[in-house]
C-alpha cells in the first residue's frame, strides 16, 4: 500500500491527518493524504490477503499506534501485516521526501551524536516505530512481519541499517528490477525494438540476481546470529523500463506488451527462487496506460485489459500456480554400489521441480568402464508424466562369468526441450563389483598413473614384484615414482611357520 498511503511525498503527523474513510474521495498523491487505512483492510479481507504498509517517515507514535491497532483489530484472523518505515530513504531522487527529512533531522543539535550517521537515523526512527506495533501485536506476534529495506545494487546499506537494529526486525528486503544501465542504454536509438528490449533485460537477468543473493547471505548471517528464521522478500519488483525520455522511449513502451515479457518474467522470478527469495511484490497492478519517460510499471495496463494482450499479468498468475516455470531436473546416487554378488542394485533419484502440469521426457547420457551388457534397468530418456516430480532408478548387474574387476557407470542429465538441468546436480558415478576371481598364480595389480586415479592405466597378474619404485617403473606406459598399484587375490600358504610382508 505505499502509494496508497502516498508513502514517498507523506506530510502526514499526526492521526487526524489521515483521509477519512467517509470522504468524498479516496486518492494518492501530493497534499491528498492517500487511501483511508480502513479501505486498505477492506481490500486484504475481500481478496484473503496480507497487508504491506509503510509507515510516514513524521508520523507521530499516536498515528503509528493507532494504526497497528486497526489492523490488529479489523484484518481478518491469520492474515499478516508487513510493516516498513517510510520508503527508499536512501533514494536522493524527485519526489522521496523521506530522503529530505532524514538529511534535515541530521542537521538538528539534539542529533549530533549520530555524527551524521543517517543509517543510524534511518534505523532509529524505525525501531521506534516496529517497538510500537510489537507492543499492539505483543499476543500475536506470528501476524507482524517487521521489515528493514536497504538498495538492490548496494547491500551495504541494509547491513549498516540493520547493524543498528538491535534484532528488531523480522525480514530483510531490497527490490527486485531488472535494470538496463546506462552501457545498455547507450546502444540503443529511435530504431530499437521492443525485441531488443527484451533481449537486453534476459541478459541483465544474472546482474539482478547476484544483487539479491547478496541480501539473501545477509539475511542468512544475522539469521544464525539471532538465533531465529529471518524472511527475505522484495518490497517493489519487474522490469525497470524508465525511458527518460530517450530516443528509445516508445520500444521500452511497447515491450511492456511483447508477449515475450512472459519469458522475462520466468527468468527472473526463477532467479528469485534461486537465491532464496521468499516473497516478491510486483510494482504494480495498474499503470502505464501511456507512454511515459517515467516507466509502466503496471502488471497491467488497465483493470479491463484482455489477458491475452498482458503477458506481465499472466506470468504472474502462472507463478502462483507454478505453470511459470520450465521443469528442471536433478539427478542423485541413493546407493552408489551394486554388486554381482547377489546381485544387488544400486539405486539413483531423478527429482522435477518447476511445474509439473505437462508431460516431460528427459534425455541422459550413460558412460564408464561398464558396457550396456553389464546391467539392466538404465535408459537414456525417462518420461516424466502430468504431475510426476520423481523417478527412482534401479541398476541391476549382471552376474556373468566374466573376471572384470570394478566397473564405473557415469549416468548425467542431458539438455533437452521444455526443461532445465540444476547444474550442481546433474551426473553420478555408481560402480559394479565384480565377484569373479582369477584362479592363477599371484595376485591381481592394478596401476593407476596419479594423474588418474580414478581408472587403471595397467591390469596384470602378478606372480613376482621387482622393480625399483622411485627410480624404476612396471611397465612403459608408467613413469617412475609417478603410479600407484592395489594388488588384490586369496594367498595360499603352501608350507607351515610365518610369512613376513615387506
Not at 528486503?173 to 530499437?192: G, N, P
Not at 520500444?251 to 522470478?269: C, D, K, S
Request: glycine share 8%.
Amino acid at each position: 500500500f505505499m502509494d496508497w498511503e502516498e508513502t514517498n511525498g507523506s506530510d502526514m503527523v499526526s492521526w487526524s491527518d489521515r483521509r477519512p474513510y467517509d470522504y468524498a474521495t479516496q486518492q494518492s498523491g501530493d497534499f491528498r493524504n492517500g487511501v483511508a487505512p480502513e479501505y486498505m483492510v477492506a481490500l486484504c479481507n475481500q481478496l484473503d490477503a496480507n497487508a504491506w504498509v509503510n509507515m510516514p517517515h513524521m508520523a507521530d507514535d499516536i498515528y503509528v499506534r493507532n494504526l497497528a491497532t486497526l489492523m490488529r483489530d479489523t484484518l481478518e484472523p491469520g492474515r499478516k501485516v508487513y510493516v516498513e518505515w517510510s520508503n527508499e530513504t536512501w533514494n536522493g531522487g524527485y519526489g522521496f521526501e523521506g530522503y529530505s527529512w532524514v538529511t534535515q533531522e541530521l542537521n538538528k543539535p539534539e542529533n549530533a551524536y549520530l555524527l551524521g550517521n543517517r543509517w543510524a537515523l534511518i534505523a532509529r526512527e524505525t525501531k521506534r516505530d516496529f517497538d510500537i506495533w510489537s507492543d499492539v501485536f505483543a499476543n500475536q506476534q506470528d501476524r507482524l512481519v517487521r521489515v528493514v529495506a536497504g538498495q538492490q545494487a548496494n547491500s551495504w546499506i541494509a547491513e549498516q541499517i540493520l547493524s543498528h537494529m538491535g534484532g528488531h526486525f523480522d525480514a530483510v528486503s531490497c527490490s527486485a528490477y531488472i535494470h538496463l544501465d546506462d552501457k545498455v542504454r547507450s546502444t540503443f536509438s529511435s530504431s530499437t525494438t521492443a525485441d531488443q528490449v527484451i533481449d537486453a533485460l534476459i541478459a541483465a537477468v544474472p546482474t539482478a540476481v547476484s544483487w539479491l543473493q547478496d541480501h539473501r547471505q545477509l539475511t542468512t548471517d544475522y539469521s544464525k546470529l539471532l538465533g531465529r528464521p529471518l524472511s527475505f522478500v522484495a518490497y517493489e519488483g519487474g522490469p525497470h523500463l524508465d525511458g527518460q525520455g530517450g530516443r528509445y522511449q516508445s520500444a521500452f513502451f511497447a515491450a511492456g506488451t511483447n508477449p515475450r515479457m512472459y519469458e522475462v518474467y520466468a527468468r527472473l522470478l526463477e532467479g528469485c527462487q534461486s537465491a532464496g527469495l521468499n516473497e516478491f511484490l510486483q510494482y504494480s497492478l495498474t499503470g502505464g496506460l501511456y507512454e511515459t519517460p517515467f516507466g509502466s510499471f503496471g502488471a497491467l495496463q488497465h483493470m479491463e485489459q484482455p489477458l491475452s494482450t498482458a503477458p506481465k499479468y499472466q506470468a504472474l498468475l502462472d507463478a502462483t500456480t507454478g505453470a511459470l516455470y520450465k521443469p528442471r531436473f536433478s539427478i542423485e546416487a541413493v546407493n552408489a554400489a551394486a554388486s554381482e554378488t547377489g546381485p544387488t542394485a544400486a539405486t539413483y533419484r531423478i527429482r522435477r521441480a518447476g511445474s509439473p502440469s505437462g508431460s516431460v521426457v528427459l534425455s541422459l547420457t550413460v558412460s564408464g568402464t561398464a558396457s550396456a551388457a553389464d546391467y539392466t534397468g538404465v535408459t537414456t530418456s525417462l518420461t516424466f508424466a502430468v504431475g510426476e516430480t520423481e523417478k527412482v532408478v534401479r541398476l541391476m548387474p549382471v552376474d556373468d562369468a566374466l573376471i572384470e574387476g570394478n566397473e564405473q557407470v557415469n549416468i548425467a542429465l542431458a539438455t533437452g526441450s521444455g526443461y532445465s538441468i540444476d547444474a550442481s546436480h546433474a551426473s553420478i558415478n555408481l560402480i559394479i563389483q565384480d565377484n569373479d576371481v582369477q584362479t592363477v598364480n599371484g595376485l591381481q595389480g592394478q596401476y593407476f598413473d596419479i594423474a588418474n586415479l580414478a581408472m587403471p592405466t595397467l591390469v596384470r597378474n602378478d606372480q613376482y614384484i621387482n622393480f625399483n619404485w622411485g627410480t624404476g617403473s612396471p611397465h612403459a606406459l608408467l613413469q617412475p615414482d609417478r603410479f600407484s598399484v592395489r594388488w588384490t587375490g586369496w594367498i595360499q600358504p603352501i608350507e607351515t611357520g610365518s610369512y613376513v610382508f615387506r
